[in-house]
């Protein structure tokens, strides 16, 4: 079989016959003139029949092509500086593999409820290609980072028998005659390994039965979320620092022309430079407070009140020390005012919310089992969580991003339901 070619690399091939094999991605005539936009998943390349060049076959066949056909081009590959790849397809036989016919995804706008009904197809227009890209992109930094600083990947369980994040948003399964969930956080877990490795970080789908619908919330999304035994709490907001602009830097070097094709305002990208402002929680409320925001000391930090807290900045903010009675069981409370927790949560600018959570974890036995129990958990059903505190336990502590949250925000997109390829929400399980 010959080596296949892709439009990506068509410029290596310059005055050269090739064949590319790809899908119909538009097309239009004059003429004595065929013009087809050709996709290849790869990028897409203008592929010019000439009458005078082609079979009158070839010609038809060229005249008659519709939308999303799967086809074989045969051409020589000519500079076209007009265009974007700079290299245009000279055709000289083309082959039809298999026939589109009424492809419901037409260049004209569909609206969002047509378009998530239809993403097995939406996938394969431009945009969602580019955000797939950048999605692939962020990912590989994620592995690239942690690999690069030695950290070790543990995966995590993904059937669990207790909550991590509380007890309103598990999915419930029955488990050969016991209850399970679906994981909400591989936290708990990768504490165990952190213990036995150093520094380790898991990566998986996690599960929240969120039923609320909201443009940052989903059921299912991935979670990437290390953990570090003898880091404290400022050790960790470095860490997640230094990892949001490993994330930034890489897709602006690699992914920028995704970044345009999309329209991202590069520049606001280009101001992610280290350090990010750290605001204590009860100077976030003030901060709230002083734009009028009624919040009291004590609530909860939504959606919009992160928004209002991140227009003060041009890059992700750090909210730290949050009230204990708000947020999780293991979070270690702050020695020096036990009412708040070493807690973490960045914020990310242009409205993106939080994209990381995190905090220094409770190591001593004793406050770990009165904090369990002051939220309602039975430290009995936590046995092997505990053994951690048991037998030489140290301080560590670690976060969780939430992939999707930084698609969101890297590719300034408005809804989450386009940062991964098939959206999981309350109202969406099909296609
Ligand atoms: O703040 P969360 O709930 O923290 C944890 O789960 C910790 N156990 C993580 C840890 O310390 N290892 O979630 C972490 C991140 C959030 O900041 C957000 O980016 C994302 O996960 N996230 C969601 N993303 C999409 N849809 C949802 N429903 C999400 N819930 C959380
Ligand atoms: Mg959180």
Redesign the pocket.
């Known amino acids: 079989m010959p080596q296949k070619i892709y439009v990506n690399h068509i410029g290596e091939y310059l005055g050269s016959e090739v064949t590319l094999n790809g899908w119909v991605y538009n097309m239009r005539s004059s003429g004595k003139l065929h013009f087809i936009q050709l996709r290849d998943g790869s990028g897409i390349i203008q592929c010019v029949i000439f009458k005078g060049n082609v079979t009158p076959e070839v010609f038809d066949t060229a005249a008659n092509l519709t939308q999303e056909t799967s086809v074989s081009i045969t051409g020589t590959v000519k500079e076209d500086n007009r265009s974007k790849l700079g290299f245009e397809l000279d055709v000289k036989d083309i082959k039809i593999i298999a026939p589109s016919v009424d492809y419901p995804i037409t260049p004209k706008e569909h609206g969002d409820a047509f378009l998530m009904h239809n993403r097995h197809l939406w996938l394969r227009s431009s945009k969602q290609t580019a955000i797939l890209k950048i999605r692939d992109e962020i990912i590989f930094a994620i592995r690239k980072f942690f690999h690069e600083r030695e950290f070790t990947l543990v995966d995590s369980p993904i059937l669990t028998p207790a909550a991590?994040?509380g007890r309103s948003t598990l999915f419930e399964t029955e488990y050969f005659g016991e209850k399970a969930f679906l994981s909400?956080?591989?936290?708990l877990y990768?504490e165990a390994a952190a213990m036995a490795l150093g520094k380790i970080y898991c990566f998986g789908p996690?599960f929240?039965a969120?039923k609320s619908k909201t443009r940052?919330?989903?059921?299912e999304?991935w979670?990437v979320?290390p953990?570090v035994a003898f880091n404290d709490l400022n050790d960790n907001m470095e860490l997640a620092e230094d990892f949001i602009v490993y994330i930034v830097e890489s897709v602006l070097k690699n992914r920028r022309a995704e970044l345009e094709l999309i329209g991202r305002d590069i520049s606001k990208l280009e101001n992610i430079k280290k350090p990010f402002p750290r605001v204590s929680y009860t100077e976030a409320i003030k901060i709230l407070n002083d734009l009028g925001n009624p919040t009291e000391w004590g609530g909860d930090i939504g959606g919009d009140e992160e928004t209002l807290i991140s227009n003060k900045f041009d890059r992700p903010v750090i909210i730290h020390r949050y009230p204990a009675a708000i947020k999780?069981f293991y979070m270690k409370r702050d020695p020096e005012d036990p009412k708040v927790v070493l807690a973490m949560?960045v914020i990310g600018p242009e409205g993106a919310g939080?994209?990381?959570?995190?905090?220094e974890r409770e190591s001593d036995y004793n406050a770990l089992v009165e904090r369990m129990k002051e939220q309602g958990m039975a430290p009995e059903d936590m046995d092997w969580y505990l053994d951690l505190r048991k037998y030489g336990s140290v301080p560590h502590s670690?976060?969780?991003?939430?992939i999707?949250?930084m698609v969101r925000w890297i590719c300034g997109l408005h809804h989450?339901r386009e940062t991964i390829p098939f959206a999981r929400m309350m109202d969406k399980i099909r296609p």
């Open positions: 991590c994040e909400q956080s591989g936290q990768g996690t929240r969120e940052r919330h989903l059921t999304f979670m979320e953990e999780a949560d939080e994209i990381i959570g995190g905090s670690g976060f969780g991003m939430g999707e949250r989450v």
